[in-house]
């Protein structure tokens, strides 16, 4: 009996050995990619296109070309948001 009882204690040592062991590794891991992340050069979001004027055709509709570049630059920068 007393050799069953060795190898469950050898069995919960190793199993709390390989747990601890994982738990630094991912601990070290988690602090080297947010130190990474931190590092890093954050991105600069690119100037929105400003349609030419050559789209007057919208004026024909009865909306100037600055309301339709405004929305246009408007949406953009919503949809850059929410990416």
């Known amino acids: ?8 204690v050898e069995a919960a040592t190793l199993m709390l050995t390989g747990m601890v062991f994982v738990f630094v590794f991912l601990s070290i ?9 931190s590092r890093l050069p954050k991105e600069v979001p690119e100037a929105p296109e400003i349609p030419s004027r050559a789209t007057t055709s919208n004026t024909a509709n009865g ?20 990416a």
């Open 29 to 37: 891991l988690i602090f080297l990619v947010q130190t990474l992340a």
């Open 63 to 82: 909306v100037s070309p600055s309301v339709v570049a405004a929305i246009a630059v408007a949406i953009k920068q919503h949809r850059q948001r929410n």
């Open 1 to 8: 009996m007393s050799n069953i009882s060795d190898l469950l």
